[in-house]
T-cell receptor
Framework: DVKVTQSSRYLVKRTGEKVFLECVQD?????MFWYRQDPGLGLRLIYF???????EKGDIPEGYSVSREKKERFSLILESASTNQTSMYLC??????????????FGSGTRLTVV | DQQVKQNSPSLSVQEGRISILNCDYTNSMFDYFLWYKKYPAEGPTFLIS?????DKNEDGRFTVFLNKSAKHLSLHIVPSQPGDSAVYFC???????????FGQGTRLTINP
């Protein structure tokens, strides 16, 4: 089975800190995604990547950046953490289209609290 | 602009009865729809999907119905079991796009 591993389950950071969330997948998937989950808002796409060193903005990229230096690893960076970035962050990977064959596989999530 | 909407934040159903979760969408370019299930402290897992060329897809106790003219889909779970208690997300994809757009989620509680 494909495994998507997020390095931390829980994180507490201070306002203004630079925060790194790491995600690693072990099945040579081309596509990787970062979403955040908030009550009443569902899953919103922050950034995604189709290939190494390639990135695309999602729906809510402000305050975030990403890095994909190796195919298996996709990092989400909060340049200067703020309290409104307190959320559950979910990483996902996918081999590609069609979705009926290659859906998303999600990691277990990182619960980030910014104080 | 919420392109995929799940208007019921929560739903409570008796064990053994039918659970019906609803989802509406606004983008007519969406051609593939998926349902994901999420337990607390876990990532979402794929449940069932449907292509826009179909109006129904079944997998065991789970059936998804698609009404393209109404831009509406629903997930039916029959019979409902306590292990079905989770948050359910509806998701959609436009043709050729490699990303999914998710709804807000519906928390389903199955009561014994």
């Amino acid at each position: 089975d494909v495994k998507v591993t997020q390095s931390s389950r829980y994180l507490v950071k201070r306002t203004g800190e630079k925060v790194f969330l790491e995600c690693v997948q072990d099945m040579d998937h081309e596509n990787m995604f970062w979403y955040r989950q908030d009550p009443g808002l569902g899953l919103r796409l922050i950034y995604f990547s189709y290939d190494v060193k390639m990135k695309e903005k999602g729906d809510i990229p402000e305050g975030y950046s990403v890095s994909r230096e190796k195919k298996e690893r996709f990092s989400l960076i909060l340049e200067s953490a703020s309290t409104n970035q307190t959320s559950m962050y979910l990483c996902a990977s996918s081999l590609g289209l069609p979705f009926e064959v290659y859906g998303y596989t999600f990691g277990s999530g990182t619960r980030l609290t910014v104080v | 602009d919420q392109q995929v909407k799940q208007n019921s934040p929560s739903l409570s159903v008796q064990e053994g009865r039918i659970s019906i979760l609803n989802c509406d969408y606004t983008n007519s370019m969406f051609d593939y729809f998926l349902w994901y299930k999420k337990y607390p402290a876990e990532g979402p897992t794929f449940l069932i999907s449907i292509s826009s060329i179909k109006d129904k897809n079944e997998d065991g106790r789970f059936t998804v119905f698609l009404n393209k003219s109404a831009k509406h889909l629903s997930l039916h779970i029959v019979p409902s079991q306590p292990g079905d208690s989770a948050v359910y997300f509806c998701a959609a994809s436009a043709q050729g796009a490699q990303k999914l757009v998710f709804g807000q989620g519906t928390r389903l509680t199955i009561n014994p």
